[in-house]
């Protein structure tokens, strides 16, 4: 599959008049400023300035909200909350509520439930996807300040091998758990992945100051990491070569009856 055969869609997520730029135009001044330095990351990483860094953990971060895999489960989390709220209110009797930020330890207004459920039901209806994605935004900076904490070791897939890629692009899971834990970069036992092309994975972690490192994969890795990416993935996995994990996965969700691309390697 190549760029200019995948479909595009303007103003997908909504053409908000409100603000200055619509995510769309979020997106596309983040990968404009990040393409060159996604590619510098792969060929040339040494070369990276301390302000390329930056640039990197914002695309990274822009990576991690933007997906529809990303949106939908923001607003499954969301009516989730909404949920428990209701919950709490009918065992106390409370109608309004005081939020603490975790990140500025700022209280926030007295909200009332009725603005809580009134806002549940705009995420239910028709064109909620649009809230959730602009709350999804929301958490653009934040994530984007947590990347650029991590160390990155950029792992390389031996002769013959080569990793995956989903259209859950980016996934940060508990080290503990192993399982993804959505907003949760600021966790201490985050781990980012991300395929950066076929040959190369990137792993983003805590460990001291940042740092970057590049070393060969063993072959139980790149196995590991490409199994992880078929767990993970919603509803595509992305190969350059024939892969029978991925071809049975897709398989099973009825997305292929055969497949079509080329043999793997040797």
């Not at 009332?112 to 064109?127: F, K, M, P, V």
Request: hydrophobic residues 40%; negative net charge.
């Amino acid at each position: 599959m190549s760029p200019k055969k995948v479909a595009a869609y303007p103003d997908y997520y909504g053409d908000d008049e409100i603000v200055e730029k619509t995510l769309d135009e979020l997106n596309k001044w983040i990968e404009s400023y990040g393409a060159p330095v996604f590619k510098k990351l792969i060929e040339d990483p040494r070369s990276i300035t301390e302000s390329e860094w930056v640039i990197l953990s914002y695309l990274f971060a822009n990576f991690a909200v933007r997906t529809p895999v990303a949106i939908e489960g923001l607003r499954a989390m969301e009516l989730q909350w909404t949920h428990e709220v209701n919950k709490i209110a009918k065992r106390t009797g409370k109608s309004q509520f005081k939020f603490v930020s975790q990140r500025l330890g700022e209280e926030s207004p007295p909200t009332t439930l009725g603005q809580i459920n009134d806002y549940a039901i705009r995420l239910r209806a028709e064109g909620g996807d649009l809230l959730a994605a602009h709350d999804t935004f929301d958490f653009l900076k934040d994530t984007a300040e947590c990347i650029n904490k991590m160390s990155f070791l950029v792992l390389e897939a031996p002769s013959g091998l080569f990793f995956l890629s989903s259209d859950r692009l980016l996934v940060v899971e508990s080290q503990q758990s192993g399982v993804p834990v959505g907003v949760g970069w600021g966790n201490p036992d985050a781990v980012g992945m991300i395929a950066l092309n076929p040959s190369r994975f990137l792993l983003m972690y805590y460990k001291g100051e940042p740092s970057y490192m590049q070393i060969q994969a063993t072959t139980d890795k790149v196995e590991l990491l490409n199994l992880k990416t078929i767990n993970f993935a919603y509803q595509e996995v992305y190969s350059c070569f024939k892969y029978t994990e991925a071809d049975n996965w897709m398989k099973g969700l009825g997305r292929w009856r055969a497949f079509t691309g080329v043999k793997r390697p040797g």
